[in-house]
RNA sequence: GCGUCCAUAGCUCAGCUGGAUAGAGCAUCGCCCUUCUAAGGCGAGGGUCAGAGGUUCGAAUCCUCUUGGACGUACCA
């Protein structure tokens, strides 16, 4: 669509100077634009911007150019209407190609070759291992690994990366509290997820530094013990680490949410030191007289930071600068994107400028994806006032719900296993969620609205690829319908649907542009919707016409093929059955 | 204080680089299961696009200011 567009903006141009005579040069960047109803026809262009120059009356611009252009074409037909001149595409062609298009492409129907040739390493999820994932994490879950795929689907090599942070007080604090309360307990011994037990200590040690004052201190002893290498504590530390981890991994497997390689901040926190030191050599920083390392930031507006402590201990700052480091020679990439919620804005500026003015030609290409926070109605998530949302209950939940629903619905035959299915549907229902929002928008998790599957849900469109299924299920052996006779198409819902299908490979390239999956959530709602009408209102199998019925069929499975296709970007399992 | 971002229907969100009566879903009220799964379809009501200026033939969209909010501005991560 987008190069018929650009070819009609060149006729429109010359057929505009053709009416200006040699008096005038427009500017060659005509105006094109969707028509707002699809009776309009399918591409417009306004004639109000040549108004003055042309001396007369948009409309009567609009007759002008639409009688010279249809002179000249036998595919298209042109129409003025008011101010516009509105073009309605040739059909025929356009069908034949986007339907062979999506048959021989298949899987890969969608795919483009826009980021080609580029390395593109992702970071996201990046979770502590004191407390299992919440909700937040679970659309910094979302947005990575959907980037990740629209990205991959641009043409790029994309390597997905995570860093644990499996180091720090944070963890320090579940540890002394097991030690405390524990009592030699175990995930296993308790039959509590393993990550949910480590968690459970993590609150503990809240309560228990109420009263205890002390349990700070306590715990920024014990994180000095542990950096000394204290056997006793790095047993423990490890022990519990292991239990949070295998706990996430097992919520990673359930959301499938994977990574090509995983990065433990306790094997990289120290990796900044260096470069700060030589750094300090090349006179880009400075030390106090506490032997504190500092940066100067004037030069972007900002203050200073610190970069190394008295003591020689690093910070987080630190340690994303050898991170970033050791990462570019691990993977050499041409684009690094951080997909890290907006509170961190000030610290991904000020790393990328470090990284710059320590000489690293590539830190320009380090990329900040700054999604918004989720909220509750109420406002922010707080764990200490307990309103935080917990993934995995927050899934069984769905889970659940899926499952009732599905025997309220008496589908439990011809769904085949109601568990899988409804964490399918679980898991449509949440990633649509989280995703059918721009990522750079803050956004409210209402539980009662938001555990719906009506309406605007992954579930929705689920249940429209479950009724295509069924349908291209009744009609038998699909072999035949590349043969279709797709002339038979002629109804304008039918060509909407069509459009939509061959203009899907352009919002794939878009929303890997923009970094935002929700165009093809709003996307794939869209089709969803009008296909949805469209066989309600027009019956596929049982319209008595053998030929027409293939073709519509052909139509279904084209549609089938962008559903699994755009499903797949966005997380949400395709589902013949529900 | 300073910086970044945000403000569209009662609620949750769309609205592309400015363009034709501002769109969905939820909620409310009607209608539609003897025809491919009613997790569905159709219809109704609901908007001074926070407010005020400006640029333009034309602004929800761009610029300025005001108001209201979020986040940040730690030798936390």
């Known amino acids: ?77 042109y129409k003025p209407e008011g101010p516009y001149v509105n073009i309605r595409l040739g059909r025929e062609n356009i069908t034949k190609q986007t339907f062979s298009d999506v048959e021989e492409k298949k ?9 080609q040739n580029e390395k593109i390493m992702v970071e996201f999820s990046c979770p502590n291992t004191n407390k299992p994932l919440h909700l937040g994490h679970l659309r910094n879950d979302s947005i990575g690994e959907s980037i990740s795929k629209i990205l991959a689907f641009n043409g790029a090599v994309v390597s997905k990366v995570n860093l644990i942070n499996d180091r720090g007080v944070h963890i320090c604090k579940s540890m002394l509290a097991y030690r405390e309360f524990g009592g030699g307990t175990t995930p296993e011994s308790e039959k509590i997820k393993s990550d949910h037990f480590v968690g459970k200590y993590y609150v503990e040690f809240d309560k228990w530094l109420k009263k205890n004052p002390e349990a700070d201190k306590m715990a920024r002893d014990m994180l000095l013990a542990w950096e000394k290498g204290d056997p006793e504590v790095r047993e423990l530390w490890t022990k519990m680490n292991k239990w949070t981890v295998d706990g996430i991994e097992e919520t990673y497997r359930k959301t499938g949410v994977s990574f090509d390689r995983i990065y433990y901040e306790s094997q990289t926190y120290t990796a900044g030191r260096d470069e700060i030191l030589k750094g300090l050599e090349k006179g880009v920083f400075y ?68 990284l710059g003015k320590l000489g690293y030609e590539w830190a320009d290409k380090l990329y900040h994806l700054s999604y918004g926070m989720v909220n509750l109605p109420e406002g922010r998530m707080k764990s200490r006032e307990g309103t935080v949302v917990d993934a995995d209950d927050l899934i069984a939940e769905l889970t659940e719900l899926a499952a009732a629903e599905i025997k309220n619905k008496e589908r439990e035959e011809q769904v085949g296993n109601i568990d899988t299915t409804s964490e399918k549907i679980a898991l449509g229902a949440l990633n649509y969620f989280l995703l ?11 539980p009662a609205e938001s555990l719906s599957f009506n309406g605007n849900t992954g579930p929705y469109l689920q249940y429209m690829g479950a009724r295509i299924s069924s349908i291209l299920r009744k009609y038998g052996n699909t072999e035949g319908l590349k043969n279709a006779d797709l002339s ?59 030929s027409l019925v293939a073709a519509r069929a052909a139509l279904c499975s084209a549609v089938r093929q962008v559903f699994e296709n755009c499903f797949s970007l966005i997380g949400i399992p395709y589902l013949d059955a529900m």
Do not use: C
């Open 107 to 115: 899987g890969s129907y969608g795919f483009n070759t826009s980021r």
């Open 287 to 354: 030390k106090d007289e506490n032997n504190t390392v500092w940066v100067d930031l004037s030069d972007i507006n900002l203050d200073k930071k610190v970069l190394l402590r008295g003591d020689g201990t690093s910070l987080y700052l630190t340690q994303d600068i050898g991170t970033a480091i050791a990462r570019h020679n691990d993977w050499p990439f041409n684009t690094l994107i951080y997909v890290v919620a907006s509170e961190q804005q000030y610290h991904f500026k000020v790393l990328f400028h470090i």
């Open 436 to 446: 059918s929002a721009a990522p750079t928008k803050d956004m409210i998790f209402n």
């Open 488 to 546: 038979l198409l002629s109804l304008d819902d039918e060509w909407e649907i069509i459009k939509l299908i061959h203009i899907f490979p352009e919002i794939v390239e878009e929303a890997g542009q923009e970094l935002n999956p929700s165009l093809l959530a709003s996307y794939i709602y869209d089709l969803a919707k009008k296909f949805s009408k469209y066989y309600h209102d027009y019956p596929v199998l049982n319209n008595g016409n053998k």
């Open 1 to 77: 669509m987008k190069d018929i567009k650009v070819q009609l903006q060149k006729k429109v141009y010359k057929a505009l100077n053709k009416i200006a005579g040699d008096n005038e040069i427009l500017s060659e960047n005509v105006i094109v634009e969707n028509p707002p109803k699809p009776e309009l026809g399918d591409i417009a262009f306004p004639m109000f911007p040549y108004a003055k120059v042309l001396k007369k009356s948009p409309a009567s611009i609009a007759v002008l150019i639409s009688d010279i252009l249809s002179s000249d074409d036998n595919v298209n037909t």
